[in-house]
Nanobody, 121 residues
C-alpha cells in the first residue's frame, strides 16, 4: 500500500509564494512518475506538474501552460518527497492540490488527501 501525505497549503496574497510537499511511504524510485494535480470549485481536476523517475540519475518534468515559469516540481530522493514550489501566485491558482503517483502503471493510481491553496487578490 502506498501513502502520499501532502502539506504546505494555506492562504497567500496574489504575487506570493508557497511550497507544497508530498511525502511518500516508500522510495520514490519505485514510481514511474509523480505529479501534482489541482481541482478548483466547479472545475475538473487538472494536471499541474509532473516529474518522471525512470532512472535514479535521470528525471524529466512537464507543466501545464498556465503555470510554466511560475511553478517548479522537484524531488528529494533521501526524503522520498516531491515538492511543488509555487511563485507569483494568482487568484486563479486557488484550488485543492493533490499529489499523485504512478506505481507499476502509466496512470496515476495513488493519490494524497489534498491540501487547500487559496490566493487572495
Amino acid at each position: 500500500q502506498v501513502q502520499l501525505v501532502e502539506s504546505g497549503g494555506g492562504l497567500v496574497q496574489a504575487g506570493g509564494s508557497l511550497r507544497l510537499s508530498c511525502a511518500a511511504s516508500r522510495s520514490i524510485f519505485s514510481f514511474n512518475a509523480m505529479a501534482w494535480h489541482r481541482q478548483a470549485p466547479g472545475k475538473q481536476r487538472e494536471l499541474v506538474a509532473a516529474i518522471t523517475i525512470p532512472l535514479p540519475s535521470a528525471v524529466t518534468t512537464n507543466y501545464a501552460d498556465s503555470v510554466k515559469g511560475r511553478f517548479t516540481i522537484s524531488r528529494d530522493n533521501a526524503k522520498n518527497t516531491v515538492y511543488l514550489q509555487m511563485n507569483s501566485l494568482k487568484p486563479e491558482d486557488t484550488a485543492v492540490y493533490y499529489c499523485s503517483a504512478a506505481l507499476y502503471s502509466r496512470k496515476y493510481n495513488y493519490w494524497g488527501q489534498g491540501t487547500q491553496v487559496t490566493v487572495s487578490s
